[in-house]
């Protein structure tokens, strides 16, 4: 943990895992998903987090108040919130609408005076409807960076036959032989330990007759085998390494995030990016906070936010980072420690420990993941085999002195009009919403719908 100082509140970067679920099935290597729903429960988590952010960073009576922010209708050009459209189908994204309701509470001031006189308030007593960026996987890549990495894969299977992995196998076989009673036919393998602990925690919050039957520790255990099993999986000895591929595909959005809040004429001060919980354990492991913290080197719990502050240093000026984070149902936020720092760590250390593991592209993430088939890698694909053979085609030496620039432009005509052709690419068009992505060009996947 992290002593604090008084530096000045900047603005703010929260992530923030989705509320309670019902069960699915992930693919232990992978890690394609089943489909799920968000709960009621679920929902009134996001609803209560999103009131303790609004606590934190949206009264002016709050020592952290981002300074100008409004604090009670919602205003658009102050925030930028972004969600993941495919995360466990569409529970990470209906978990942001639940935790904007927290943040923007319903309020009659959110009415309009017509000009007959005639005020009117916007529906179920003045409900504040706040815009999303809904982030679809298959044209983003930044929020499931390990979903269809051909590497990340090959990583996770070796992580399999280590060792290390067959050592821990063998420790927690007994204990593994103790629950086909308690999974309903599930395969009882440390390969399948998230799934394992994923049906125990589910059926234990909603079944009663299953959560009166399991043994005591039983839960307790399976998700001490699950955190360290999610871990390693999610993360890698080096901050290049691709078991950290949800967080450096993550972090675009993050760094992004902030040099819009540093940059005195840009209005956002609040980016709130709603996920599931992989990338968290990337990038805990990425920025030292897992070794810092090992409490922290496992699967977050429900409704669990992170918030990168930038702050201004109060001695020098310099923008600072403080990271604080509020494990599910945790009464408040805890400041820890990273980067093997203490306190507030300068945002130019983490920008250059950090910014050369960052997957900025679909490009690049076709390259690291070698995938030259999904999310978009095969419009790339394409495109670069179309250049190469208009560049290869043989030309005269008396031709070729005027066609030289005229095929140049023809080769990127060619490369483009096949990206536009396919709806591959979309040219002069920006969401005004977008901002901080991670893509350079927004690329459809035409092998999934």
Known sequence: MSQTTDNELMGVVLIVRHGDRMGFYQDPTTYTATATQITPLGNQQEFILGGYLRSIYLNESSPSYIPGASTGLFNQSQVYIRADLGGEDGVVYDS???????????????????ANGTTVTAPLGGYQYVPIDAVDPNLDVSLEGFDDC???????????????????????????????????????????????????????????????????????????????????????????????????????????????????????KMMITAIAYKPFLSLFNMTGIAEANPELA???????????????????????????????????????NFLGQSGDVPLSAF????SASAVNTTADWCNVCQNSQD???????????????????????????????????????????????????????????????????????DQKL
């Open 298 to 336: 496992g699967i977050i719990d429900y409704a669990s936010a992170a918030a990168f502050e930038v702050r201004k240093s109060s001695s020098t000026g310099e923008p600072v980072l403080r990271f604080n984070f509020k494990n599910g149902t945790d009464s408040e936020f805890v400041t820890y």
């Open 96 to 114: 942001c609408v639940s935790l904007t309701q927290g943040l923007w509470p319903v309020t009659t001031n959110n009415n309009i005076t017509l």
């Open 150 to 268: 051909n590497t990340f894969d090959t990583h996770t299977t070796a992580f399999y036959n280590s060792s290390e992995f067959q050592e821990m196998a063998a420790q927690s076989a007994a204990f593994l032989k103790l629950l086909p009673p308690y999974l309903d036919g599930r395969a009882v393998t440390l390969e399948n330990m998230w799934n394992i602990f994923d049906y125990m925690n589910v059926n234990s919050i909603h079944n009663a007759t299953f959560a009166q039957a399991l043994p005591p520790t039983f839960l307790a255990q399976t998700r001490a085998l699950a955190n360290w099993h999610e871990y390693n999986v999610f993360s890698d000895p080096s901050i290049m390494g691709i078991g950290n591929i949800a967080g450096q595909a993550i972090l675009p959005t993050i760094l992004n995030a902030f040099e819009g809040i540093v940059d005195p004429t840009n209005p956002v």
């Open 351 to 354: 920008i250059d420990a950090t």
């Open 375 to 445: 999310r978009g890698c095969a419009a790339l694909t394409l495109a670069a085999s179309q250049a190469r053979s208009a560049a290869l085609s043989p030309i005269s030496p008396i031709g070729a002195g005027f066609l030289g620039a005229g095929l140049t432009l023809a080769v990127v005509a060619l490369s483009l009009g096949t990206l536009a052709f396919l709806g591959l690419l979309a040219i002069g068009k920006v969401s005004k919403r977008r901002y901080g992505s991670s893509d350079e060009i927004e690329l459809k996947n």
